[in-house]
């Protein structure tokens, strides 16, 4: 799938490191260096701007080495970027740690994930079909 995308960061574009990824990089693209004190969070730039498909959206996700070894994620997990923003792509990124961490221009600092989804049409009605779930809410299919 070809998706335009203008890069006005001073980093080469995000790409897949192995056949098998699923994500590509994101890289902060920063003037400055970011500190952020235990539970502070930012948006972090990243100087790209993408025009996707109808029909496809981004997912702006967390790095699973950042979040284990620092303590630091996206906060709105995932960030989903519609096809119809044009904007720049920031990473809401908070620090769960207690200590303080420095984002560093050109760090990476999240993952972006291309997906297909669908669009619903509501069907309002009276009554839903019965399961052997039901009503069963949080943990209620149990533990093991």
């Given at each position: ?42 948006i972090i730039r990243t100087g790209l701007f993408i025009e996707l498909p109808v029909g ?24 989903t970027i519609d096809a119809d923003y044009r904007g720049e792509i920031g990473v809401i ?52």
């Open positions: 799938m070809q998706i335009k995308i203008i890069n006005k960061s001073s980093h080469a574009l995000p790409h897949y490191e192995t056949e098998a990824s699923a994500g590509m990089d994101l890289r902060a693209e920063l003037e400055a260096s970011v500190v952020l004190k235990p539970l502070e969070r930012a496809i959206e981004a997912q702006v996700r967390p790095r699973s080495g950042l979040a284990a070894k620092k303590g630091v994620t996206v906060l709105n997990a995932p960030g990124l908070v620090n769960l740690s207690n200590e303080d961490f420095t984002v560093e221009n050109g760090e990476r600092i999240a993952q972006l994930v291309i997906a297909k989804h669908e669009r619903a049409d509501w069907s309002e009605v009276e009554v839903l079909s019965e399961t052997a779930r039901g009503e069963g809410g949080f943990g209620s299919t149990g533990t093991k």
